[in-house]
């Protein structure tokens, strides 16, 4: 069965750097999303992706954030300076249609900003 | 705003007796309402949804939701819990339109005690 993947499991970083966590959708699906989540709350909506731009984000999703699909296959997550509350589960996912499919989950990247 | 809530923190039940996982939601429009567990350590994966149709959806490992609309309901029910059931249950619904992104609730930890 299709799923999606995420690398690395887990990052740690310093504050203040930048990191890319990688995702790769479903192979078939053309809406990708990115969400979070921080240890003991709520998984939130960061933002969904279609045709190359973003079709929606949260105002979790600042201007540190950045989403790219640098090839067919890829789906990335950059957060450009990292700040110690950004450390959470971050999940990708992704589905095939936009109006009322399933979005299927990768296994997230656990982050950790020190 | 579409919203959904989960009244249990977490649910105790001894294996073979049935189960339910509650869910309520607040939604405009037509609601989309889905089942997602996590296993310890593992990502998001779909169970089972309600676009439409009948009230009791079936989903994946045997579990079977209910959709009530005068109680805005949709509570998780399996008719006989494992031990390998244990996990954290979240329910969620798809906002119409856009490009949907899905809201989660807090989440019910289940216990499935041998």
């Known amino acids: 069965e299709p799923e999606v993947t995420q690398t690395p499991s887990h990052q740690v970083t310093q504050m203040g750097q930048e990191v890319i966590l990688r995702c790769v959708p479903i192979?078939?699906?053309?809406?990708f999303y990115w969400y979070r989540q921080i240890l003991g709350q709520k998984v939130e909506f960061l933002v969904s992706?279609?045709?190359?731009?973003?079709?929606?984000k949260s105002e979790i999703f600042d201007d540190q954030f950045s989403v790219e699909r640098p090839d067919g296959s890829n789906f990335t997550l950059k957060i450009r300076s990292t700040k110690l509350e950004d450390s959470a589960m971050y999940f990708c996912a992704s589905s095939d249609g936009p109006a009322r499919e399933t979005q299927y989950f990768g296994p997230g990247t656990r982050l950790l900003v020190l | 705003a579409q919203s959904v809530a989960q009244p249990e923190d977490q649910v105790n039940v001894a294996e073979g007796n049935p189960l339910t996982v509650k869910c309520t939601y607040s939604v405009s429009g037509n609601p989309y309402l889905f089942w997602y567990v996590q296993y310890p350590n593992r990502g998001l994966q779909f169970l089972l949804k309600y676009i439409t149709g009948d009230n009791l959806v079936k989903g994946s490992y045997g579990f079977e939701a209910e959709f009530n609309k005068s109680q805005t309901s949709f509570h998780l029910k399996k008719p006989s819990a494992l031990v390998s059931d244990s996990a954290l249950y979240f329910c969620?619904?798809?906002?119409?339109?856009?490009?949907?992104?899905?809201?989660f609730g807090t989440g019910t930890k289940l216990q499935v005690i041998p």
């Open positions: 969620a619904t798809l906002n119409s339109g856009g490009y949907q992104k899905v809201t």
């Open positions: 192979s078939n699906h053309l809406y």
């Open positions: 992706f279609y045709n190359n731009e973003i079709s929606e």
